[in-house]
């Protein structure tokens, strides 16, 4: 096993390609300040890398709202695509690094338990578009989200 040849990388979006995180965070915020609840960043910690539906459900559990999750993620999405876009960076070296991958003849893939919309946003704000990769899998292609490994695996 460990002397096989690489043959493949798989990165993950947030923490390795870069930090969406205060953005999305930003954007539920406002989201959650439109149903009249104050959210605050650290109240998001727990739900972190989850998923966007646990992300935004868990803190609606934590402030004892009922809210319609699919409206509350797709208004969130709204923000965070008018917001990010400008102000989204790679990590430095990680558009090179992605890019060395794929000229070595190695398959790249991004797998991120984001939802789609944000994975695409994310990529092409980093100039990393998903066509560049030779797969993308997010939260909607696997039936369990992290800290299962469903969507390593699947990459």
């Given amino acids: 096993m460990f002397g096989e040849p690489v043959e493949a990388v798989i990165f993950d979006m947030d923490g390795v390609l870069t930090d969406s995180e205060p953005l999305i965070c930003a954007a539920a915020i406002a989201m959650f300040r ?14 972190v890398g989850t998923g966007e539906d646990r992300y935004i459900g868990g803190v609606a559990a934590l402030h004892g709202v009922a809210l319609d999750i699919p409206a509350a993620k797709r208004r969130t999405y709204e923000i965070y695509l008018r917001d990010a876009p400008g102000r989204l960076r790679a990590f430095p070296g990680a558009t090179a690094l992605a890019r060395q991958c794929r000229q070595a003849g190695l398959k790249v893939a991004v797998a991120s338990s984001a939802d789609w919309i944000k994975v695409a946003a994310n990529l092409n704000a980093i100039g990393l578009p998903p066509a560049e990769w030779d797969v993308v899998v997010t939260a909607e292609d696997v039936p369990h989200k992290k800290p299962a ?4 695996l699947a990459a």
């Fill in 34 to 47: 439109e149903h009249g609840v104050t959210a605050r960043p650290e109240d998001f910690h727990p739900f």
């Fill in 149 to 152: 490994p469903d969507i390593f």
